[in-house]
Structure formats: C-alpha cells, structure tokens
C-alpha cells in the first residue's frame, strides 16, 4: 500500500470508526440535561446580566458580526424559557421510538438548542469574563445536531461525531498550558496560582493546603505538565488512554475538592470516550426500534 492509501486508510479508522448510534442517545441525554441543569441551578450569572447597565456590554468579534444587542430582563426571559424548552424537546425525542418525521423533529430541536446556547454564551462572555471551559460543550451541542441522538445500529458519523468531541476535549489540556506560558512564563508553576485561587474561594480541604507551600508548589508543577500530556489521550492505545482519562478526572475532582469549581460543561463531555451503549438495557433498546428504510435513508444523506 503507498503513503496516499494508508493516510487515506488512517483518517477513515481513526475520523470514521462504525460505533452504535445508540452511544450517541446517551451522550446526546447527558449533554442536553446537563444544559437544562445550568440554565435553571449554576448560570445564575448570566441572567444577572439583563440588569447591568449597558455600559459594561463590551461585545466579542462574533457577537459584533451577529449585530447581538446587550440583553434585556425580557430577551435574556425569553432565551432563557425557549432554550430550556427545547432542551426538554430534545430530552423527550431520545426517548422516543424512530418513526416518520423524527429524524428532522430532532435535527430542529437540536439546532434551536445550539443557536440559543450560542447566544447565551455570546452574552455571557461579552462583560469581560471568559470562561474556557463553555467551548467543549458548544462543540458536542454542534455535533449533536449532525449526529441527532435518536436510532439505533452502528454508523460511521457517530463515529466522527465522537471523535470530534473528544479532540476537542483533550486539546483543551494543552492549549491552557499554552495560555499559561503566554501570560506567565515557562516557570507558572513556581508562582502562588493555587494559593490565591484558595484564597478567593477555597474549601476547607483547599485551606488546609495554604500551610503546604511546597506541596502546592508540586500540584502545580504536575498539573501543568499533566495538560502538557494528556494530548496523547488521542492516542488509540487503550491503556495510555484510560491512565490519562483517569488524570483528567482526577485533575477536575481535586479542583472541586480545593475550590469549589467543577467545569461541568466541559467534564460531562470525556464520556465521549465511554462505551454509554452499554447503559441501555434490552428494554432500552427494543425501545428505540429497529432503523426503518426512512432513517437509514436519511441519515446516509446527513
């Protein structure tokens, strides 16, 4: 075989692997629920930003280019409610049996959703505050409207949809070490980042840490370098890639249990990685019906 096929070869294996659309059901539950659960418990603060005084509106590139005005009590109401809706709309099709006009009912909710989280981010981040790990979940949102998480059966988008999610995921990693070199140098990790973040809003496990100068001095070091590493989690080497995945959530845990921050958007997605078919009992499945001529059709043309 020459270098053109097996390059060929490797981007169809590694971009377009046959995985059950019934992984995509699941992940696609998680990530709207996930969703809803911000907008009615943890993203309090962005409807907040309904009664800032415009003058605070500094609007990003794209929220320029999409001509967005500063929220209102009524637009941010109105978002609010509509998005929360079709995330239930959407909640409700992946519970459904496949039948005709599904698949486009499920392809619209899922687009609604992306566009309203689109905009409730745009306004959420044009106050000066950009939170890094919003873009992982904007990304699975997109996919999903791709890829509707209704059917069942194995499908090489599915595959695609995953792997896109889950390279976005771990590149998150390298690319906040790349910013911490940028804004403080190569030696990030010998500055008191930790101690001030406990500071700001630690918890009695992060407090205690205050007295442990040189151990927080090491967590840094290796956190650094874990991001620095976990690029090879893209690798398809299953035990390399589980010791990392287990870094990761070893990484988020010990963030939640220091200071209170859990990045849920961004964390709810490494279950790209996971085998959720497995969570769908035999009941689950003969509920999601067998792929009628109609969704195969149609999902070969996406």
């Given at each position: 075989?020459?270098?053109?096929?097996?390059?060929?070869?490797?981007?169809?294996?590694?971009w377009?692997?046959?995985?059950?659309?019934e992984?995509?059901?699941?992940f696609?539950?998680?990530i709207?629920?996930v969703?809803?659960?911000?907008?009615?418990?943890?993203?309090?603060?962005?409807?907040?930003?309904?009664?800032?005084?415009?003058?605070?509106?500094?609007p990003?590139?794209l929220?320029?280019?999409?001509h967005?005005?500063?929220?209102?009590?009524?637009t941010m109401?109105?978002?609010?409610?509509?998005?929360?809706?079709?995330?239930?709309?959407?909640?409700?099709?992946?519970?459904?049996?496949?039948?005709?006009?599904?698949?486009?009912?499920?392809?619209?909710?899922?687009?609604?959703?992306?566009?309203?989280a689109?905009?409730?981010?745009?306004?959420?981040?044009?106050?000066?505050?950009?939170d890094?790990?919003?873009?992982?979940?904007?990304?699975?949102?997109?996919?999903?409207v791709?890829?509707?998480?209704?059917?069942?059966?194995?499908?090489?988008?599915?595959?695609?949809?995953?792997?896109?999610?889950?390279?976005?995921?771990?590149?998150?990693?390298?690319?906040?070490?790349?910013s911490?070199?940028?804004?403080?140098?190569?030696?990030?990790a010998?500055?008191?980042?930790?101690?001030?973040?406990?500071?700001?809003?630690?918890t009695?496990i992060?407090?205690?840490?205050?007295?442990?100068?040189?151990?927080?001095r090491?967590?840094?070091?290796?956190?650094?370098?874990?991001?620095?590493?976990?690029?090879?989690?893209l690798?398809r080497?299953?035990?390399?890639?589980?010791?990392?995945?287990?870094?990761?959530?070893?990484?988020?845990?010990?963030t939640?249990?220091?200071?209170?921050?859990?990045?849920?958007?961004?964390?709810?997605?490494?279950?790209?990685?996971?085998p959720?078919?497995?969570?769908?009992?035999?009941?689950?499945?003969t509920?999601?019906?067998?792929?009628?001529?109609e969704?195969?059709?149609?999902?070969t043309?996406?």
């Amino acid at each position: 075989m020459n270098a053109q096929g097996r390059v060929s070869g490797w981007v169809g294996s590694y971009w377009f692997e046959a995985i059950p659309r019934e992984r995509m059901v699941v992940f696609s539950r998680c990530i709207h629920g996930v969703l809803l659960l911000y907008l009615l418990r943890f993203d309090g603060w962005v409807v907040d930003h309904a009664v800032v005084p415009q003058e605070y509106f500094q609007p990003l590139a794209l929220t320029r280019l999409l001509h967005l005005p500063p929220p209102t009590t009524v637009t941010m109401t109105v978002l609010r409610v509509g998005l929360g809706a079709c995330c239930i709309g959407a909640l409700a099709v992946t519970w459904l049996k496949p039948r005709r006009g599904l698949l486009p009912a499920a392809r619209v909710l899922n687009a609604l959703v992306f566009l309203g989280a689109l905009v409730w981010l745009l306004w959420a981040f044009s106050y000066a505050k950009v939170d890094h790990d919003r873009l992982t979940a904007l990304v699975a949102l997109a996919v999903v409207v791709v890829v509707p998480g209704v059917g069942r059966g194995d499908d090489q988008l599915v595959g695609w949809g995953l792997r896109t999610i889950q390279v976005v995921f771990i590149l998150a990693y390298p690319l906040s070490a790349i910013s911490k070199f940028r804004k403080s140098g190569f030696l990030w990790a010998n500055n008191a980042t930790f101690a001030r973040a406990i500071v700001r809003r630690g918890t009695p496990i992060g407090k205690w840490l205050l007295n442990h100068g040189l151990l927080l001095r090491v967590g840094q070091w290796a956190f650094i370098s874990f991001e620095v590493l976990a690029v090879f989690a893209l690798l398809r080497e299953p035990r390399t890639q589980r010791l990392i995945l287990a870094g990761v959530v070893g990484l988020h845990l010990f963030t939640y249990a220091t200071i209170a921050i859990h990045f849920l958007p961004h964390t709810i997605c490494i279950l790209a990685f996971a085998p959720l078919e497995k969570l769908l009992d035999r009941g689950n499945r003969t509920a999601l019906g067998t792929p009628s001529s109609e969704y195969s059709s149609a999902a070969t043309t996406t």
